[in-house]
């Protein structure tokens, strides 16, 4: 049945990833079998061929939805056996001066669906909000987002304050204008040019199986 | 209920081509052509309406006329329906896909060109010329290749293909009987007002055949033809309709007919380089009057927008091929050609074809009729997804994104990180390396017992001194 709910979370169909999570769950499968052989499995597969461009943006979210919904009914059967579905908790802004939140929020949904557990500041995120958040919510992971080149900018302070307020806590960048060059330049710790690979930056700097 | 077609306002109005008509009409019956061969002039000295001076022949417009309605183009399947790209015709040059560099195009390069060609289902004569064979075996290995290789090539009114003797075109008659494949010969004005006496001479000797003929022109504004291009244009058609005649007169066992690829040709000449210009400004205007004349006549269009004075496969190229293209199609062409041939028809480019593959689609999508209705308006959508929410997930994006949007081949639209990330590829890596996959690719082939009958004709030819001592002549 591991096989079958890899293919529902691959395929995006969440009717059916919930029907056989809770399946297992009455034959009392370890839930964290059921996440790390089904669900997880499945999203493997999906990040895979989204990344070698055959699925695309509206199959990966479709998969990230079931996802989202499957791990919803598995949360308190975890809980209850004292495992943990979340990889990282991640602080996510679009830096001050900036309105433009598409690729933050497809960032912030992939990240969900691969298990971080998101706080998303929204945009135009003043600098000293953003290192508050980072050291209030106990972050592991800020991603900045920009993309603007006049807005862009506004990452290089935010670093400095988020390294100010935390000396644990790592900082991803993203967006049109950013390049790896820029990243270094901010003090940034990586770059992504996008939302999948954003993901196994994520993974990475946090020093989790990518 | 769709939206209307998007097309071209403006051009040759239709009182404009009268005149131009009546102005052809007018010189071929007064001013006439030169005809030199005693054999084609006895042929049409029996014909009323036909006036012989040494050898100026003038017609009457009732026997031009006749010509023109009896003139009939076997317009391939394909083409009724689809969009054609015509690519190459027998360069000398070429770019290798191996080194990306100029050299003599060889046998091997001709067959990846014509795989590459028939994988992009692309039609029109053979692409280059192999250097590596003797002259006299040179045009006959193109058809044969081409017949083995490829199904459309050298097999319909999109080809172009010179026989350059008698010999030769027998040979090559042989090859196309033997592959089922079509036949038929080109004569070629020589402006201005004249033909080639040896070019005659083949179609004087194949006369009795039964073969289709075709005749073309390529006059030269400002050189071998007046300086205008309404000028030139006006040229080009008394040329081609009394060339038309004549053809009618002498091969009325074939079906005669304007060839598509040169109907209407008006070159433009550059007087600072001394070069042909294709893919100028006025070489595009031309083609506008090419088309809105092919139209008139009844003669398929097929635009020559595939060309530029571009050395490489670069920007200039591009920028020059991509808005004859989209011009010509708005004008209505939807047949193009020369695709692949660089610094005016000089060197062939296999990648640059894998490249106008690529723009012609782009042009045919950007064109494609669109359904309207409260369907495609999708007013449930909007009302459903609030402030702040996103469409990316909702079920009518699944289901409708990949139909609604058109996926290149090669013009990505991935971002600098992710390109970076695969490699940083030139657009012209990228073409290349899409051309070496479609060549490998490539499965289609003739019955082995056709491919053989080929051989032996080929063999035949290759130890034939009549036909190596008829294209010695001529060198």
Redesign the interface.
Known sequence: MFEEIKQAIITGNEAQAVKLTQALLDRNTEPQKVLSQGLVAGMDVVGARFKAYEMWLPEVILAAKAMKAATALLKPYLEKSGGSMKLGKIVIATVEGDVHDIGKNLVSMMLESAGFDMVDLGVNAKVSAIAEAAVKQGADLVGLSALLTTTMLAMKPAVKAIRGASSKVKVMVGGSPITQEWAKEAGADGFAPDALRAINLAKGLLGLES | MRLPDYGLKGGLAPEQIRTLHEKAMWLIETSGIQVPHQGVLKLLAGHDGVRIEKDIVRFKPEVVLRALKAAKYDVPEYAKTGWVMSAGAHQTNCYGLDTGRLRLPTTQDLVDFLKLGDALDTVGSAPVIPMDVPVHLQHLLMHKLAYEHTRYRCNDIYEHMDKPSYECAMYVREMAQAANKRFAFGIWMISPKSFDERNLEVAYRLRDLGIPMWVATMPQAGVTAPITILGTVLQSMFEIFAGLTVLALMNPKGHNYISPADAFEANTFDMKYTTFVYGSVEYIQHSLHQIALCKHYGIPIIVKSLLSTAKEPDAHAAAEMGIHTFIAALAGARAFRCGGLLSTGEVYCGEWVVILHEMIEYIKQVLKSEDFSEERLMVRDIVEVGPGG?Y??KRS??EL??QEYWTPRLFEHS????W??LGSKTMRQQAQEAARRLIAGHSYGIDGNVKKELDKIYERARRDQALEKSLKLQI
């Open positions: 996103t990316v997930d994006t699944y994104f990949r971002n600098v990180g992710q970076i990330e």
